[in-house]
């Protein structure tokens, strides 16, 4: 298998783990706990860095974007997992394989959309309507979840337009990733800092927080830029449809809830929309 296709699955097995790990840390302000996990994936490139500075040496446009793909998905991902049931939040938020295939004819020149694409919007956003009916128990809460699930669709779209987008900026090394978390991290914990409560943190969160900043938020976004620049991106983008599955199914065990029909469902839809979207694609 080539090294490419590995770095590609290594990010998609953290990856899965990341709505497990924001659900146990749900009494942490969402500020403080994506300043934290994103500054500790950042110090990851510290060793290339050290090495050559240059690495680090970007323009502002491309840092700027680095900062809205990362601080924005994570810190959005992170309110939904509060205000949402966390399975039907989860997989709300991975509409963003079809997103990437929506948006691309509309942030990506030279882009068209087939009548298959629309075919595959169709069927991923049923599987949302699914997955938000299904968690739904009479009229109680209906506020609260809705607003939870707006804000996994908001960083489903974030994190859609920030992939799309790095293909319209300069190239850039693989450590500068660590850079997008440092100043990400720094933001988020300065808006901690002047809007939220302060918070006492124990060991076990400590711990959690250091295992959300050194893979989901860390290792695993240096791993895909690697997959992304060493291989056929069409094929790994077939790969990455395999996260919501492995996280669904894991947050599912953490949280001791059954597999309903709707979770179910909502999940065969939503991941049989992205990959119909990107086969089509490479047609």
Known sequence: MPKSYLHALGAIALWATLASLGTALSH????????????????LSLPSVLRDRAVWR???????LGVYGLFGFHFLLFLALRHAPPVEANLVNYLWPLLMVVLAPVLLA????????LVAALLGFTGAAIAILGARDGTAGATTETWGFALAAGSAFIWSSYSLWTRRVPAFSTAAIGLFGLVSGMLSLACHAVLEPSASLSTRDWLLLAVCGLGPLGAAFYLWDMALKGGDVRQIGILSYL???????LLLVVT???LSWAIALAAALIISAAVLGTRTKSA
């Open 28 to 43: 942490v302000p969402p500020f403080l706990l994506t300043g934290l996990s994103l500054a500790i994936g950042g110090l």
């Open 58 to 64: 970007i323009p502002p446009r491309t840092l700027a």
């Open 256 to 258: 001791g809830r059954p």
């Open 110 to 117: 030279g882009v068209s959309l087939r009548p298959a694409h």
């Open 243 to 249: 996260t919501p599955l492995a996280s669904t199914a």
